[in-house]
């Protein structure tokens, strides 16, 4: 069994990711933006968010430090704390993020990482008291990972937030249930931009399906949007 998953976002009308390039538009400050989005994500009640390498790298402060010698490891699980009221996953394919503690934003941190992760970065993240699941395939299974991170940590609603490939690799994978989308009132307009949502030439286009679920007018003009996503070839 999987949790249920919701891809949260913040964006302006052209869907432009990079917050502080598209801010000005609002004549706010993107940390007002910001704290809007994350009152929306509040009341999305997740047990457990969700982002890529990109986004993790963002507040991954620390430096490479394995113990030495390396001791054994565990692999595909290592599970540091348990039952915690929330989590923050990472998925990190390469083992490129370190960190300086076993907690991010007040949430205890699991990494979702690559096969090929070697046993001192490992070994790294126990000893940091940091849980870690490891792929068994050539590619990370999103869909097991869900699955692991239901068994192991009890995560029954997930909040998926980006970046952009990681978004659209859950919705490829038929794996987000809902969208919620904080919209506001800005126009980025950069040319070649990357947008909330980016799945190379194929696009998504005739893989997912939106209905609208409900529209809530937010502080700051944002408009709260959320959709029920299907999969017509599911």
């Given amino acids: 069994m999987r949790p249920y998953v919701i891809c949260h976002m913040m964006g302006p009308l ?3 990711l990079l917050v502080d390039r598209w801010s000005p538009s609002t004549g706010r400050p993107a940390e007002a933006l910001i704290a809007e989005y994350d009152r929306v994500h509040e009341a999305l009640e997740g047990d457990a968010w969700i982002a890529g390498r990109a986004v993790g790298a963002e507040f991954a402060e620390g ?25 923050a996953v990472l998925i990190d394919p390469h083992g490129k993020l370190h960190w300086t503690g076993p907690e ?4 205890p941190l699991v990494m979702v990482l690559g096969r090929d992760v070697p046993d001192a970065h490992l070994a790294e993240l126990a000893a ?24 192991n940590f009890g995560v029954r609603r997930l909040i998926l937030e980006g970046g952009a490939h990681t ?20 126009i980025g307009g950069h040319s070649g931009s990357q947008t909330l949502f980016e799945a190379g030439e194929d696009g998504l286009a005739d893989r997912v399906r939106l209905s609208l679920v409900s529209a809530e007018v937010r502080q700051a003009g944002a408009v709260a949007l959320r959709y029920r996503v299907a999969y017509p070839s599911a």
């Fill in 14 to 16: 052209d869907g432009e």
């Fill in 104 to 107: 991010t934003y007040g949430a």
């Fill in 167 to 186: 978004n659209a690799a859950f919705l490829k994978a038929g794996l987000v249930d809902e969208i919620s989308l904080v919209l506001f009132p800005a």
């Fill in 63 to 87: 430096q490479p430090h394995p113990p030495e010698p390396v001791p054994a490891v565990e692999r595909p699980l290592h599970v540091a704390r348990a039952g915690a009221e929330e989590y």
């Fill in 128 to 151: 940091d008291g940091i849980s870690y699941i490891v792929s068994e395939q050539p590619e990370i299974d999103l869909g097991r990972t869900l699955e692991a991170l239901s068994a």
